[in-house]
C-alpha cells in the first residue's frame, strides 16, 4: 500500500513538474507609467501595485486613469529564454477612474535610446510634434513650456537622464518641472 501511494505521488509530481500555473489576482494600476529598460531599449511600463506585472495583454492603458483589474497569471513552466517567466491577461476591468486635476506624478526621462543601428536615422527618446507638446518613447504625449524645450532637445541628444514631474489637467498631460 505504501509502495502505491509513493508511486502515485511521484507520478503526479512528473505530471505536474512541466505544467503552467495558473491564478486569478487583482491588481491596482497607476494613472501614469514609468520608464524602464528592456533588452535593447527602454520603454513605459505599467505602474503596478503587483511590481512583477508591467504588460497586460487585453488591456488598454489611458494616461490619468487608476484601475482596478482582474487578471489571469500564468507562470511558465518552460519561459522563452530572455522572456519573463509569467504572463498576464486581463479578465475583467473592476473600475476605472479618473484622476483630478492637478495631480502630479514623476516619470525618469532618459535621452537618447538605441533603437536603430544607424544613430543619425534614430529620433531619440523624444519626438517634439507641433503646439509645444513631445511624444516620450512612442507612448506618452505632453505638453511643454518655452523655458523646457531646450533642455529637452538637448537631453534627447545625450545618453543622459533627468526626473520630471508631471500634471494632468483638462485630460492632457503638462511638463512642470525638469
Known sequence: MRSLLLLLFVGMFIVSFGQDKVTKITVTIEP??????GAFHAFLA??????GVDYINGFDFEWGYSYKLKLKQTKLAQPMQDAGD???????????????????????LTGWVHLSHNSEKDPGAFVFNTNRTCTYLDGMVFSYTDDFEEKLRTLNKTDGYKKGTFMFLNGEIFLISL
Open 46 to 51: 505599467l505602474t503596478c501595485s503587483n511590481r
Open 32 to 37: 501614469y507609467k514609468y520608464t524602464t529598460n
Open 86 to 108: 509569467t504572463d498576464y491577461d486581463l479578465i475583467k476591468v473592476i473600475s476605472k477612474e479618473a484622476v483630478a486635476d492637478s495631480t502630479t506624478f514623476k516619470i525618469g
